[in-house]
């Protein structure tokens, strides 16, 4: 079994709609959680950092963070044809050097 | 944009050659990381780095030797490539291992074995 797992999808949605992303993880001792957006062909890029459980807002992007379900999401509100890419959590223990677990990523549509 | 120089970007190779990919970096980060990407899989952790000379295994280090000389260089060998290592490689780079320490991304190297 995957320390993180993520539903591959594809997940194809109309433009304007909202999104939502999620992870299951299995070690209790993950305590950064990230979600991370990458184009194709490009390398992933930092979108949502949280540490612990609790919501954290930027823009339209919102992450959630249950340690007690040990289940995190990524909310996108008003989603745009920019948003289509893949999304890739990721999380890490809170010491030693930072090596990322990651989910297997979404590839995510938007459709105009 | 980190300053992350991934070479070659592309490279196509033969089973049972060694390969060497390299990782630039000019932001002077303190630690390093080479991840692979695969379908299904996301990205693993096959080596990182947390200063020169020094370096540890990731989850997925078999077949796969690294080096770091100087702080801006992080060097990724595959001692005898195998068709199991056909994949995408990024690297990464971070400037300590304290909290809220975003992990910067290459642009990946696209490796074929065949």
């Known amino acids: 079994q995957k320390e993180v797992e993520q539903d591959p999808g594809p997940l194809s949605v109309p433009e304007g709609a909202i999104v939502s992303l999620n992870c299951t993880y299995s070690?209790?001792?993950?305590?950064?959680f990230m979600w991370y957006r990458q184009y194709s062909r490009k390398g992933p890029e930092l979108l949502m950092y949280t540490y612990s459980s609790g919501n954290k807002e930027d823009g339209r992007f919102t992450a959630q963070v249950d340690k007690s379900s040990k289940y995190i999401s990524l909310f996108i509100r008003d989603s745009q044809p920019s948003d289509s890419a893949t999304y890739l959590c990721?999380?890490?223990?809170?010491?030693?050097?930072?090596?990322?677990?990651f989910g297997q990523g979404t590839r995510l549509t938007i459709n105009p | 944009d980190a300053g992350i120089t991934q070479s070659p970007r592309h490279k196509v190779t033969e089973t049972g050659t060694p390969v060497t990919l390299r990782c630039h970096q000019t932001?002077?980060?303190?630690?390093m990381y080479w991840y692979r990407q695969d379908p299904g899989h996301g990205l693993r952790l096959i080596h990182y780095s947390y200063g020169v000379k020094d370096t540890d295994k990731g989850e997925v280090s078999d077949g796969y030797s690294v080096s770091r000389s100087k702080t801006e260089d992080f060097l990724l060998t595959l001692e005898s490539a195998t068709s199991s290592q056909t994949s995408v490689y990024f690297c990464?780079?971070?400037?300590?291992?304290?909290?809220?320490?975003?992990?910067?991304f290459g642009q990946g190297t696209r490796l074929t074995v065949v």
């Open positions: 990721a999380m890490r223990l809170p010491s030693g050097a930072q090596k990322l677990v």
């Open positions: 932001e002077n980060h303190r630690y």
């Open positions: 070690n209790s001792a993950f305590q950064y």
């Open positions: 990464a780079t971070t400037p300590s291992h304290t909290s809220n320490t975003e992990a910067f």
